[in-house]
């Protein structure tokens, strides 16, 4: 199965300002996801990163704030604009192939602060 | 939309005995995939053991099983000899065949607390 390298690994960011963070694939997937998690909580879909087109977003998450590129099968960003305290969480990024039985794979997730 | 959900918020169970965790779910659909994922401390999400629906046999890994009733939409997963290592949150996960849909579900988690 895919590898994922997810960075960075944590920030503390000031309110009003964006974070983006990465997903590095160590080989090409079809499929590639956002998720959100509160600490000792389940995860929440984002969105799917959709290779050369607009991500498909999830009800309740927009692209304004939760912009997503993802420029070819291995790469993909998130970026969390206009922080707000309510964004702190953690965010992981999954991905995997479209056929099989496969699990998809997940980064090793990145803690966000927002003070 | 397919719901999972995960009843036991805490399981405990002793060093070496045997726990089973339960999800159920919801769907229309007849061909789906079912997944057991572990989360220790780390952040890391951990593939424990997988089901394809359309397979009666259930699926084993290890010490890992699971309890495949699809017409009752009932997947849990059993873990005989618990090991000290095996002390996570567990979430059970639902990912449909649908080309348009491919994207992983998640219960609740259960967090399983193993005692020494």
């Known amino acids: 199965s895919a590898v994922i390298s997810q960075k960075p690994s944590r920030d503390i960011c000031q309110r009003g300002t964006s974070l983006t963070i990465q997903c590095q694939v160590d080989?090409?997937?079809?499929?590639m996801f956002w998720y959100r998690q509160q600490p000792g909580q389940s995860l929440t879909l984002i969105a799917t990163?959709?290779?050369?087109?607009?991500?498909?977003?999830e009800s309740g998450f927009v692209i304004d704030k939760f912009p997503i590129s993802r420029p070819n099968l291995t790469f993909s960003t998130l970026t969390v604009s206009n922080m707000s305290p309510e964004d702190s969480s953690i965010y992981l990024c999954?991905?995997?192939?479209?056929?099989?039985?496969?699990?998809?794979?997940f980064g090793s997730g990145t803690r966000l602060t927002v003070v | 939309a397919q719901t999972v959900t995960q009843s036991q918020p805490e399981m405990s169970v002793q060093e070496a005995e045997t726990v089973t965790l339960s999800c159920t779910y919801d769907t229309s659909e007849s061909d789906y995939y079912l997944f057991w994922y572990k989360q220790p401390p780390s952040r890391q999400m951990i593939l424990v053991i997988r089901?394809?629906?359309?397979?009666?046999q259930n699926a084993t890994e290890n010490r890992f099983s699971v309890n495949f009733q699809k017409a009752a939409k009932s997947f849990s997963l059993k873990i005989s000899d618990s090991q000290l290592g095996d002390a996570a949150m567990y979430f059970c996960a639902y990912r449909s065949q649908l080309y348009n849909n491919n994207d992983m579900r998640f219960g609740a988690g259960t967090r399983l607390t193993v005692k020494p």
């Open positions: 990163a959709n290779q050369g087109s607009e991500a498909t977003y």
């Open positions: 080989s090409q997937v079809t499929m």
């Open positions: 089901q394809e629906a359309y397979k009666q």
């Open positions: 999954s991905a995997g192939r479209l056929q099989g039985d496969y699990g998809y794979t």
